[in-house]
């Protein structure tokens, strides 16, 4: 084994430089979109990196009645709004009506002369990267496993790509050992907090 190693060594070499060259080209986009959707998810309690919710406040003209709401009012409390066509709406409290829009809701507070309208819409480019990052397509689950398992090729074929003081014998060893200190402080703080 170790003759054949030592004859085919420049082989070995040049198949591992291509194996990380190659795939770290090819998923070049995938590694940029995971770590972009990434950064925005792990800041899921800071934003909504799915969508965008405008909140607005409305006054009413006047005090109106549960029991006296027409259809035509509630087209009246839509064109407050810019909305011109409801999907439904009901009544959660005897002087609240709630009108349902396409992407958007009207809460109107019938005996205060008052409305609370949230129109929700997809945050553009994070929305279609989350989704991937949460594998929230049929079928990604296997890709991303794929995906996952040639980032571990990806990083061990790097390990060895430079030789003498630079590469893994000399100072890569220290890093490589600095590397692990993050997640190893993780896992004590995790286990003890």
């Keep these: 084994m170790k003759s054949w190693l030592k004859k085919n060594k420049t082989k070995i070499r040049r198949l591992n430089l291509a194996t990380h060259r190659d795939l770290g080209y090819f998923f070049s986009?995938?590694?940029?979109?995971?770590?972009?959707?990434?950064?925005?998810?792990?800041?899921?309690?800071?934003?909504?990196?799915?969508?965008?919710?405008?909140?607005?406040?409305?006054?009413?003209?006047?005090?109106?009645?549960a029991n006296k709401i027409t259809d035509?009012?509630?087209?009246?409390?839509?064109?407050?709004?810019?909305?011109?066509?409801f999907n439904v709406y009901d009544f959660p409290t005897k002087d609240q009506v709630k009108i349902?829009?396409?992407?958007?809701?009207?809460?109107?507070?019938?005996?205060?002369?008052k409305a609370t309208y949230e129109h929700v819409t997809k945050r553009p480019f994070f929305y279609e990267v989350n989704v991937?990052?949460?594998?929230s397509l049929k079928g990604w689950k296997w890709a991303s496993d794929i995906f996952a398992f040639l980032l571990i090729v990806i990083t061990v074929t790097?390990?060895?790509?430079?030789?003498?003081?630079?590469?893994?014998?000399?100072?890569?060893?220290?890093?490589?050992?600095?590397?692990?200190i993050p997640p190893?402080?993780?896992?004590?703080?995790?286990?003890?907090?």
Excluded: C, M
Excluded at 75 to 83: A, D, I, M, S, W
């Design 29 to 65: 986009a995938l590694i940029i979109v995971y770590s972009i959707s990434g950064i925005a998810l792990n800041h899921v309690d800071d934003w909504n990196s799915d969508f965008i919710l405008v909140k607005k406040n409305v006054k009413l003209d006047k005090v109106y009645e």
């Design 158 to 180: 790097g390990l060895f790509i430079l030789k003498g003081k630079n590469g893994l014998k000399g100072r890569g060893k220290w890093l490589l050992a600095g590397g692990l």
């Design 72 to 85: 035509k009012d509630v087209l009246k409390f839509g064109q407050l709004v810019g909305e011109d066509k």
């Design 184 to 193: 190893i402080v993780a896992i004590i703080l995790q286990a003890i907090l």
């Design 132 to 135: 991937i990052h949460k594998n």
């Design 100 to 113: 349902y829009y396409p992407s958007a809701t009207l809460h109107v507070y019938l005996n205060q002369k």
